[in-house]
């Protein structure tokens, strides 16, 4: 059995009654971006209004399609458990999933409009000259020329992009996405928005 991770955000609101949620699988992992609530819960309605404005050929959307690496799609039912309950009951429409244990994490989405994001590539600690070699084979004579608790700094730099870092890059992306993934989908028309979607395409390419 593999434990399925399912990133929820918390800065959505549950309701008693049944809503769709959407957003990414990748693997055994779930970025879940948003709610979509309809009317006794109408699949074929949900499928519809999702896919018109979160799949359109508008040039932005197609854009932070492109950065959230995958389409997103709907992926089952939620509902609160208890009133004010951040951790919903979940029906996934992929069945297999509800064979493996299930783990939430709840993140808040980022706003890329305010400058919010996650990223897997901290600054580095950075103690060197630009025209100093960084090649391992100079390390001894780079030593040299730092201080001794300059050195002791280097050589314990905790900053270092972890060896997994790739691996989770994909849903690092579609954390960061999710916020104007909702949005776009509740402002109910790809195009009503292109100037600010069109802002907003450009710091997320820069912040990828």
Not at 68 to 85: H, M, N, T, V, Y
Request: charged share 20%; glycine share 6%; aromatic share 8%.
């Amino acid at each position: 059995m593999t434990i399925i991770s399912i990133f929820w955000p918390t800065d959505v609101r549950l309701q008693a009654s049944q809503s769709f949620f959407y957003g990414w699988r990748t693997d055994v992992t779930v970025a879940v971006a948003g709610l979509l609530h309809t009317d006794n819960g109408n699949k074929p309605l949900a499928q519809d209004r999702f896919e018109k404005a979160a799949l359109s050929s508008s040039p932005a959307v197609q854009e932070l399609l492109r950065l959230s690496g995958r389409p997103p799609k709907l992926l089952g039912l939620c509902q609160a458990l208890i009133p004010g309950s951040k951790v919903p009951s979940v029906q996934f429409f992929d069945t297999d999933i509800h064979a493996n244990p299930l783990r939430f994490i709840l993140y808040r989405r980022p706003q890329i409009s305010g400058h919010h994001f996650f990223t897997l590539q901290p600054l580095h600690l950075d103690i060197t000259d630009a025209k100093q070699s960084r090649d391992e084979d100079d390390a001894p004579n780079l030593k040299r020329l730092l201080s001794d608790r300059m050195a002791l700094l280097a050589e314990f730099d905790f900053t270092q992009e972890p060896n997994n870092a790739k691996s989770l890059q994909p849903v690092i992306q579609q954390l960061n996405a999710a916020y104007e993934l909702d949005r776009l989908l509740k402002s109910g028309s790809a195009g009503s928005d292109s100037g600010i979607f069109d802002v907003v395409i450009s710091k997320l390419r820069g912040a990828f």
